[in-house]
């Protein structure tokens, strides 16, 4: 907790908003989208959809694949918990949902379904799109895909097993948006960001969660940001967004969301 108290008080003395960014496509991206302040309808749905986990009685055994957690001291958990203090907060549900629109994406990749609040935001964006999403918890996959069946998302492909296996099943699929919240290691981080290359297009977006969840995440991030095929990057704090696009010269943003 002190290091992310410590690298947000950094983070608050080198971001800008919108008005300090002086290329066209970061400053669209934070105007039209970043700082949109529309009262989309379907804002109600993921009001509703995070309503009904939250007030779930149902506790669930999870088998975690990745760095833990710093809130809960077991691996049984009742659902309304891992709303309340794991999610999505709501703000970056309907962000995620904005995200969708703006890039007009069709093919979404998300890696860590958990309960699906992300899930649903990405998938009510744009019906006729398709959201892959992976998660290892059998148990929490179950949670999700029966969320997902009561308000007919259908444009959901829910795959339970590894990332690891994921990708050794779909090689050849490519992405327009990936959000990855399923492992908070280094390594892992490096390791699936390297793979992905191999699915994106000029177009692409990669969203990281939790670039500051520790200083070992921190350096996947700047090893992310600055690998060779990243031309603009933009750190949010929570989020770090990184794009491919071969016509805009490389160049990194901290933004205040």
Known sequence: ???????????WLRSSNQHGVHSPFVYDLATKCFYDSTKYPEYLF??????????????????????????FKSNLRKVSEIVKNAGITSKRQRLLFRL?????????????TSVGLATAALAKATPSSVVTTVEGCPTTSTVAQNTFDAFSLNNIQ?????????????????????YIDGN?????????FKILLKHKTNDTVFIFDDIYWSPA????????????????????F???????RKEQQKEHFTIRL
Do not use: C, P
């Open 217 to 236: 995440m921190t350096e996947a991030w700047e090893e992310i940001r600055n690998h060779s095929e990243v031309t603009v990057s933009i750190d949010t």
């Open 100 to 112: 969708v629109r703006y890039f007009s994406a069709e093919t979404i990749l998300e890696l860590g």
């Open 46 to 71: 993921l009001k509703d959809f995070r309503k009904k986990l939250f007030q779930s009685n149902e506790s669930i055994e999870i088998t975690d694949f990745g760095e833990g957690s710093r809130v």
């Open 238 to 244: 929570h989020w770090g967004f990184v794009f491919f």
């Open 1 to 11: 907790m002190y290091y992310q108290l410590k690298s947000y008080f950094k983070f």
């Open 184 to 192: 908070h290691n280094k390594e892992k981080t490096l390791q699936y």
């Open 158 to 178: 829910l795959q339970t097993k590894t990332f690891e296996r994921f990708f050794a099943e779909n090689a050849s699929e490519v992405y327009h948006l990936v």
